[in-house]
């Protein structure tokens, strides 16, 4: 069974950094590209970044390149997302997603997600 | 950026019934486009994807239209399982982006 499990959210305050982590399993890590999500408090979905099987290619939503990391570790079948300069805008539910079938742009298998929420 | 714009923000429906839901972008995208279904506390679930394929184990009531910049999902009779929110996506470019979402609700 295909099972996603992100972690690491919690309460920052503005301007501070946080790591998340997904722990991937009943698939092969890596031979996917892995992608974050987010989905602010009672609004809509905004993709965020996603990561080439061996981690050599990554693209990011404007609003997140130069402050968020997107890495993996195939090893451990983890997923990791780096945030840094944190701002309010980024509170979100971030879930880590795949695709097992055709474009790795979509997405059928999506963790249960972890909040963020950066307040002072 | 392409801007997805769904319509209506709302829509109320009666279990049975048909419902129908549009998608617009804001240039053409051929036809890649998705649909996913969200459900109050849990995460998203792909419905459609190159505008008219459904996932594996999405029911055949579900089904997509439209290329370019239209489309639409229909539901063709409403279960209570549907009520929910729906949205479209589309990776025809960067950066993949949603349309802001329809919420199904029980008329």
């Known amino acids: 069974e295909v099972q996603l499990v992100e972690s690491g959210g919690g309460l920052v305050q503005p301007g501070g950094s946080l790591r998340l982590s997904c722990a991937a399993s009943g698939f092969t890590f890596s031979t996917y590209w892995m992608t974050w999500v987010r989905q602010a408090p009672g609004k809509g979905l905004e993709w965020v970044a996603n990561i080439k099987q061996d981690g050599s290619d990554k693209y990011y939503v404007d609003s997140v390149r130069g402050r968020f990391t997107i890495s993996r570790d195939n090893a451990k079948n983890s997923l990791y997302l780096q945030m840094r300069s944190l701002r309010a805008e980024d509170t979100a539910v971030y879930y880590c997603v795949f695709s097992a079938s055709g474009s790795y742009l979509i997405w059928d298998y999506w963790g249960q997600g972890t909040l963020v929420t950066v307040s002072s | 950026e392409i801007v997805m714009t769904q319509s209506p923000a709302t829509l109320s429906v009666s279990p049975g019934e048909r419902a129908t839901l549009s998608c617009r972008a804001s240039q053409s995208v051929n036809s890649n486009l998705a649909w996913y279904q969200q459900k109050p506390g849990q995460a998203p679930r792909l419905l459609i994807y190159g505008a008219s394929t459904r996932a594996t184990g999405i029911p055949a009531r579900f089904s997509g239209s439209g290329s370019g910049t239209e489309f639409t999902l229909t539901i063709s009779s409403l279960q209570s399982e549907d009520f929910a929110v729906y949205y479209c996506?589309?990776?025809?470019?960067?950066?993949?982006?949603f349309g802001g979402g329809i919420k199904v609700e029980i008329k």
């Open positions: 996506q589309q990776y025809n470019n960067w950066p993949l982006t």
